[in-house]
T-cell receptor, first 114, second 111 residues
Framework: AQSVTQLGSHVSVSEGALVLLRCNYS??????LFWYVQYPNQGLQLLLK??????LVKGINGFEAEFKKSETSFHLTKPSAHMSDAAEYFC????????????FGSGTQLTVLP | DAGVIQSPRHEVTEMGQEVTLRCKPI?????LFWYRQTMMRGLELLIY????????DSGMPEDRFSAKMPNASFSTLKIQPSEPRDSAVYFC?????????FGPGTRLTVL
């Protein structure tokens, strides 16, 4: 079975500061990993995905994440936060070869302070 | 492409009433998913279809919930009878390759 743990349900950063959202996964098989963003009253939008190719994955809006097997982590980063980054972020895992049965983390609400 | 379309966006109903949520996936996507999002339980997969056939409905909470996909461009999620604990945001998503595209959701309130 696969699972993800997102550390910190709420993260606040100042505009221009580094964004770091943490995700650790558990999987009995090589995983696929995803980060989604959800803006208020909207559905989830894919930021980036790891599907066993390059371990450093670049996504939209300047976000990137690094797959670290030894640490079972897939943390999301952005060098400089923008006000428009304020949203809820979800990490998700699925069995490799299949992005169908996603298991989502509990989400991290990102607040960007002016 | 208009993306995944869900209707209604908001639904308020009384306990015991039947509720039907609708979803139009992106054309050409062969997988369709129904999720439920609540504060307490987060985002849960209820059921998913492949080529209009239900593959896994183990996430459907009770027999009061049912889902159908009569054709490649339409799916419904029905709750009968509805209960206050069914209040949540219900998302539909469709998939191509390794990416799921989510609709805007239906916010259901059962009084």
């Amino acid at each position: 079975a696969q699972s993800v743990t997102q550390l910190g349900s709420h993260v606040s950063v100042s505009e221009g500061a580094l964004v770091l959202l943490r995700c650790n996964y558990s999987s009995s098989v090589p995983p696929y990993l995803f980060w989604y963003v959800q803006y208020p009253n909207q559905g989830l939008q894919l930021l980036l995905k790891y599907t066993s190719a390059a371990t450093l994955v670049k996504g939209i809006n300047g976000f990137e994440a690094e797959f670290k097997k030894s640490e079972t982590s897939f943390h999301l980063t952005k060098p400089s936060a923008h006000m428009s980054d304020a949203a809820e972020y979800f990490c998700a895992v699925s069995r490799s070869g299949s992005a169908r049965q996603l298991t989502f983390g509990s989400g991290t609400q990102l607040t960007v302070l002016p | 492409d208009a993306g995944v379309i869900q209707s209604p966006r908001h639904e308020v109903t009384e306990m015991g009433q039947e509720v039907t949520l609708r979803c139009k996936p992106i054309s050409g996507h062969d997988y369709l998913f129904w999720y439920r999002q609540t504060m307490m339980r987060g985002l849960e997969l209820l059921i998913y279809f492949n080529n209009n056939v239900p593959i896994d409905d183990s996430g459907m909470p009770e027999d009061r919930f049912s889902a159908k996909m009569p054709n490649a461009s339409f799916s419904t999620l029905k709750i009968q009878p509805s209960e206050p604990r069914d209040s949540a945001v219900y998302f539909c998503a469709s998939q191509t390759d390794n990416e799921q595209f989510f609709g805007p959701g239906t916010r259901l309130t059962v009084l």
